[in-house]
Structures are given as structure tokens and as C-alpha cells.
């Protein structure tokens, strides 16, 4: 079955830097869009940046420039370099795959 398990996040200062890993099993990898959404307090799940199978990538502009979004088909993982972190950055973040979620990573930013 699909499984996507995300790591990396934490507490880090604003203007600090994360990066997240999500782990994708049970599938093709190669062969689908892979996601990053964030959901904050309060807040609709929103998309953060995606790449397609091709690595297209495509941002919100809320974080273009700052984050980046990346995949590794050799090793079934997709990854999220988040810079210049923002306090309205925090939230949790989730890898998704159409169809499928991970269980979310809490990223805080905060001084």
C-alpha cells in the first residue's frame, strides 16, 4: 500500500533554515507529482510547491524564492529545502502523492 512519511521539521528561529524529507513507498515513484501543502492553526490546507514526474517544480508565492523542492526517484524520496523561514511559516506540513497523505511534520518558527 502507499505510504509517505514525512520528516525534518521543528522549532527553528525566523530566518533559519529546515529541510524535510517525506519517504514514499508502495508505489511507482518515478511515475507521479509529488506535493507539499501546509496547514496552519486555524487555516485551510494550502499548497506550498509540487514537482511532476519530469521535476517541473511550481510555488507558492508565498515561499518562492525561499524554498525549494526537490525529488530523488533512486531513493523513493522528495524533499523541501525551506529558507529565510518566516513566523507565518509555521505550520504542519504534509507530503502528498494524489490521493494519499502523509501524517505531517510540525514545522515552528519562532524566536
Known amino acids: 500500500q502507499v505510504q509517505l512519511v514525512e520528516s525534518g521539521g521543528g522549532l527553528v528561529q525566523p530566518g533559519g533554515s529546515l529541510r524535510l524529507s517525506c519517504a514514499a513507498s508502495?508505489?511507482?515513484?518515478?511515475?507521479?507529482?509529488m506535493a507539499w501543502y501546509r496547514q496552519a492553526p486555524g487555516k485551510q490546507r494550502e499548497l506550498v510547491a509540487q514537482?511532476?514526474?519530469?521535476?517541473?517544480?511550481m510555488y507558492a508565492d508565498s515561499v518562492r524564492g525561499r524554498f525549494t523542492i526537490s525529488r530523488d526517484n533512486a531513493k523513493n524520496t522528495l524533499s523541501l529545502q525551506m529558507n529565510s523561514l518566516k513566523p507565518e511559516d509555521t505550520a504542519v506540513y504534509y507530503c502528498?502523492?494524489?490521493?494519499?497523505w502523509g501524517q505531517g511534520t510540525q514545522v515552528t518558527v519562532s524566536s
Open positions: 508502495g508505489y511507482i515513484f518515478s511515475m507521479y507529482m
Open positions: 502528498n502523492r494524489h490521493g494519499y
Open positions: 514537482i511532476t514526474s519530469g521535476g517541473t517544480t
